[in-house]
């Protein structure tokens, strides 16, 4: 007899992308109530103000707002199912023999993706309670400093994994460059991004100066560590991927940029939003044009580079087609995610805000459509791994009695 499996009860680390992946494109759904809900007396919307452009809103922005919550509701709910999911499965991955000779390679970065889920499961709750529960804004300024508190024990959750990961391989000098040709030592500096970005929203949100500065101190701290572990993460990719060639299977780190360069962005934007309300410092809106428009410009180079060696290798064919699947197909989410994102702060933020764009006028939505064609493809990614990985199965040989 021959039983049946799916590819996903063969847990390796790149399944934390899983959750990940399905965070994000909640959070671009909710996105849509950020950029196009008036929400005046805050600076994001809350549950009161979708409900009011809901009720006196034109058949086009109702439908929208329907759409959004259908999204963001069930990307939300995917995340948790995963998150648990990875969890337990990471439970035991942790007591079998790979464990180690992962933790001690190359591959021992992949881990990283557990601080990431972690990160982006709190971003995901507070963008679903601003969305779903009535009121929360009155208490908000409870809940800042519950946040700082959660992010900074998953900041210091991922300090500690990269400080073990280095002295790890440096003592034992089990480092392989000839395996290296890949930005996956990249990752360590996505998952503190992502736990940065998380930490300066109180920047942006909280009327407390207290609060507002201990979370632009704090998530100084994590951005500027970031920006250095992922110039050296790609330095040495680089230098490994002249010297051996690119590692096929994890050709989509070689987009691991565009996702950091999206939370770094919004870690910024919200620092200097906090740096405005609360302590005197005033930016023009070409400042925001000027340094958006680099980011994409950044994101759009990486992009290309990626997708360039994607070509050249047949990913596509080899591991995301392939049967079974490569887990880490579930990296080639982010880098959509990342870039539409930063696109709906590049159009909303820097192009309407710097008067080059009429907000809802042709051109807007004109360059909105591309977003959305991208957070759609992104979409239809996540649906069709999910169904690859965990619904399809496949016959397994019995072993010889």
Partial sequence: MTPLSRPADHWTPPYFLSALGAGGI?????????????????????????????????PLQQTMIVLAYLGLGFFAVQHFRLLIWNLGRYGTYKRSAGFAA??????????????????????VSFSAGLAFVPGLWSVVEYLFPLALIAFAAVAVLTLRMMGAHVARLSVAGTFDMAKAGSFLQVQPAFALGMVGVGMS?????????LVAGTALVLSTVLLVIAVIWAALGVMLGVLAMLQHGTVAEQIPTLMNIVPLATVLGILMLRQNHGLHVHFGVHAAPGDDLWFLTALLALQIGFLGFGLSVMK???YVARFLRSAPPSAGAYGLVCPGIGLSVLMQFWINKALVGAGLVAKFGVAYWSLTAVLVAVQIAMVMLVLSLNRRHFGATQAQAMPAT
């Fill in 312 to 314: 050249r290798h047949d």
């Fill in 102 to 123: 992962v933790q001690n390679s190359n591959a021992g970065a992949g881990l990283f993706g557990l601080p990431l889920m972690l990160a982006m499961t709190i971003n």
């Fill in 26 to 58: 909640a959070v671009t759904f909710f996105l849509w109530l950020y950029m196009w809900v008036p929400h005046p007396g805050q600076p994001v919307p809350v549950f009161e103000d979708v409900a009011r452009a809901f009720a006196l809103g034109d």
């Fill in 201 to 209: 929203a109180p920047a942006a949100l909280s009327s407390s100066p």
